[in-house]
């Protein structure tokens, strides 16, 4: 497993460009960029702010993923979680990107994702890419689907161009 998601990582899946997909419903939320709500498991999307958390909860959501790391510009790992805290949802911080990406992160996001009281999940990062790049890891590795499937299904869960 851990062969596959370092082989796509460094492959540069994080910035493969892809069309719309009928799975995915994009919405515009406030305080949160680039919604879009993949099934009744996931949605992956952007920056967040800790006012929108309250409206992640009450939208259903049971954990959000936050893979953004605490030195991007915007990031503010700290007031999230206690918004998390406050509003009763589970918050996972699992930083991803940059020069040195690391495939453990992956490993670890895999575990997350794959606990039942991760369902549904928020994922996001700072645009959405990463959020739907760590989405399409876990349908091949863990759901069994080929790539061109995950793909498909991920393109309308990246960022528009």
Known sequence: MK????????????????????QVVREEVEGIVNFAHIESTV?????????SVAEIKNMGFSAIINLRRPSEEGANIE??????????????HLPFGGEQLDPTVADRFLEVIADPTT????????????AATMWFFKRVVHDDWDVERAMEEGDGARPPA
């Open 79 to 92: 007031a999230e979680a206690a918004a998390a805290d406050a509003a009763g949802i589970r918050f996972v």
């Open 3 to 22: 062969r596959l998601l370092t082989l796509l990582v460094f492959l540069g899946v994080s910035s493969m460009a892809i069309n719309a997909h009928s």
């Open 119 to 130: 369902e549904p999940a928020f994922i996001h990062c700072a645009g959405g890419g990463r």
């Open 43 to 51: 949605a992956c999307a952007g920056a967040i702010t800790p006012e």
